[in-house]
């Protein structure tokens, strides 16, 4: 949608789904995904890809237009993140960094205070930071304090499908922030996806829930209209919710039986 | 030079080529599909030659051998389904026949497969692969957790579920690629043991290949066989240059004592937390763990992260192997595709031909890509199981068209 775009750390996005690679079962499936999802920032995790392989997932994007946001996954400290943030830039000539730091193996959940000590470093370092965090209204505020160019609150643990699981804290971080929100895991489904945007998110973050699904492509496009949807939804502004009906066609200047005066 | 009816693709060779020309087939790789298709070349009456610094060694020195066509099956894989099952069923004649030239056993051990579930998350993922693998055929049977530790006894008190089945058996792939070498040896292959620097094209024809150390090699065919480096050949035309890459793989090896023998049956395997693990247990007493999957280029680091995750896994769905010796850690690089699937057979270069990009299907794949093979050096063309893959299928036009 060119008269909304998405502006993430200086630069200008039409598409507002951000992709990620993690499970996809093959390349050429994850290029069609890609694709069909008309991303054109996609996440890579920098501790997995060699930036020189050729032929390996960030050739895929290249050929595709795609900018890369290097992600720091599999970091539990925040020496292990910002080590990593600084090889990615070097290696992939980026500024732009998706921090991951990672309380534990089980549910993935990020450790707030590891998190926001790597952000402070690499934000005073230059980076574009975009931070995955808790759906904490007040980590994400801290977050957006130190310079963080987004926040991404995650709607449930990576790779669960299960969803905004607190819909209101998304609320109360949209409502604070200056900086663009974006839903960071969780999404299952498209009506995840659709919610976030309608929530005000800026944009969504997905992996899994394509790349897992049955027919990747599919669910590829049809989170590509999920956003769309939702986004245009928000900025209609829905209606009020009622707790009785009200009829949509119109009653104004119709015919009437006034039940006090026969018609005769 | 050795002429058999069954060269009816004789290249039409200009009289400079013909002088040169050392063999009818020349096979670039010494790994397992490249042995194999040296073997079955040589077996129809090619004189045939291989150009290896190594033959034998590659992905098969490190991969651990489990011919899993039904445990291996994942969702948008069903054409290659077709020939995992296709080269499943041709491997009992297959160790057979290789058993017999070379009087070595290759390790072919018909054991089945189980594969598990170690949460409610795990089972509910396995029962869809259940689901998947009935929809296509397939046989297997859903076993509760009990019924899992009853078969494999070792197995974690925590497995929830799993699959049986009976026909997903394995190979030592060490002992394959040894017996292919002397397979090869016995049928008159001749091997160049040096690196094969550059393809030579003469006329948009493939003729040979220079070899490290600047010999010609030339033959009317040319396989390309190099697994994942398949894709650094120079003098290969970019428009065939198969689309291959490396993905690394850590395994590693533990050994059972006889006092604890069998310890596991069966290969035993399982999704721990979105990474796969597997063990396979060989008649020898060698424990096979694996693998990671990672896309790091040429490197073959054996890191600690890697042997870390591996044994955290195997020790989660089989707690004993703590006490075992472990014997070796080794990296090795599968040959990726875009799709998962090998590119076997003529592309659009003549003389060239691909037997590459197998992936984690390589042992497995071995009989019917040799059959393949050989059927495409004699007609120039794939026999019907093997049409869907075409090296063609990757060329330009053909990805446009997918995008479209």
Known sequence: MADDPFVLGGTSFTSRLIMGTGGAPSLDVLERSLVASGTELTTVAMRRVNPRAHGSVLSVLERLGIRVLPNTAGCFTAGEAVLTARLAREALGTDLVKLEVIADERTLLPDPIELLDAAETLVDDGFTVLPYTNDDPVLARKLEDVGCAAVMPLGSPIGSGLGIRNPHNFQLIVEHARVPVILDAGAGTASDAALAMELGCAGVMLASAVTRAQEPVLMAEGMRHAVEAGRLAYRAGRIPRRHFAEASSPVEGVARLDPERPAF | ?404
């Open chain 2, 1 to 404: 030079m050795s002429r058999t009816p069954e060269t009816s693709v004789t290249p039409d060779t200009t009289d400079a080529a013909d002088t040169r020309r050392t063999s009818d087939v020349l096979v670039v790789g010494g790994g397992i599909i490249g042995l194999v298709t040296a073997w079955r070349a040589a077996q129809r009456g090619f004189t045939t030659a291989l150009v290896d610094p190594e033959p034998g060694g590659g992905a098969a020195q490190v991969a651990a051998g489990m011919l899993a066509a039904v445990t291996e099956l994942h969702y948008g894989e069903q054409t290659l389904l077709g020939l995992n099952l296709a080269s499943a069923r041709r491997y009992p004649d297959f160790a057979a026949e290789l058993t017999e030239a070379t009087g070595q056993d290759i390790g072919y051990r018909r054991c089945g497969a189980l594969a598990v579930a170690l949460d409610a998350d795990d089972r509910a993922h396995l029962r869809e692969v259940h689901a998947l693998q009935r929809r296509s055929g397939l046989e297997s049977e859903w076993l509760s957790g009990r019924e899992c530790r009853r078969l494999e006894p070792m197995l974690a008190p925590g497995v929830r579920g799993g699959l049986r089945v009976d026909s997903d058996h394995q190979v030592d792939p060490r002992r394959l690629a040894a017996a292919l070498v002397t397979a090869c040896e016995r049928a008159g292959v001749t091997f160049h043991r040096t690196w094969a620097d550059r393809l030579t094209v003469v006329r948009d024809r493939a003729t040979g290949v220079v070899t490290a150390d600047g010999t010609e090699l030339s033959a009317g065919q040319v396989v390309l066989a190099g697994g994942s480096l398949s894709g650094r050949l120079t003098g290969v035309p970019d428009d065939v240059l198969p689309p291959v890459r490396p993905v690394k793989g850590q395994v590693l090896r533990l050994t059972v004592p006889k006092r604890y023998a069998p310890f596991l049956s069966r290969s035993v395997r399982a999704v721990v937390r979105g990474s796969h693990i597997y063990l396979v247990p060989r008649e020898s007493g060698e424990l096979v763990v694996g693998a990671t999957s990672e896309e790091l280029g040429w490197d073959t680091t054996v890191t600690a992260g890697g042997v870390y995750e591996l044994l955290r896994d195997a020790h989660e769905l089989v707690p004993g192997i703590t006490e075992l010796p472990l014997t070796e850690t080794r990296a090795g690089l599968r040959p990726g595709s875009p799709d998962n699937a090998p590119l076997l057979g003529p592309t659009a270069l003549p003389g060239l031909l691909l037997a590459t990009g197998h992936y984690r299907n390589g042992v497995l794949l071995t009989p019917v890509t040799g059959d393949v093979m050989a059927h495409a050096l004699a007609t120039g063309e794939l026999p019907d199981e093997a049409r869907p893959f075409t090296p063609r299928r990757f060329g330009a036009a053909a990805l446009s068209e997918q995008r479209a």
